[in-house]
Nanobody
Framework: QVQLVESGGGLVQPGGSLRLSCAVS????????LDWYRQAPGKQRELVAG???????TYADSVKGRFTISRDNAKNTVYLQMNSLKPEDTAVYYC???????WGQGTQVTVSS
């Protein structure tokens, strides 16, 4: 069973940066496609960014140019670098492993002055 542990959330001022990390258990991490989702209060969970096993990345229009997803297969970890943060980026962020259909526990990101 795949387990995911997220970290890196917190409170940041508008314009600031955060980096989220998601450590994934298991020996076949490198074969997984990985995603970051977020869910704001009262809203549906939405896909923020994805990265394939081959390193191809996709982004929601709302975060293009500001967020960067990356992976380190040696560390079984996927990252989400978030720059130029806006109040509307406030949400709980989740990582997701497609092949295992596994979710992390979520990490809160709050953008506020």
């Amino acid at each position: 069973q795949v387990q995911l542990v997220e970290s890196g959330g917190g409170l940041v001022q508008p314009g600031g940066s955060l980096r989220l990390s998601c450590a994934v258990s298991g020996s076949i991490f490198r074969f997984y496609n990985l995603d970051w989702y977020r869910q704001a209060p009262g809203k549906q969970r939405e896909l923020v960014a994805g990265i394939t096993s081959g390193g191809v990345t996709t982004y929601a229009d709302s975060v293009k140019g500001r967020f960067t997803i990356s992976r380190d297969n040696a560390k079984n970890t996927v990252y989400l670098q978030m720059n130029s943060l806006k109040p509307e980026d406030t949400a709980v962020y989740y990582c997701y492993v497609q092949g295992a259909r596994a979710w992390g526990q979520g990490t809160q990101v709050t953008v506020s002055s």
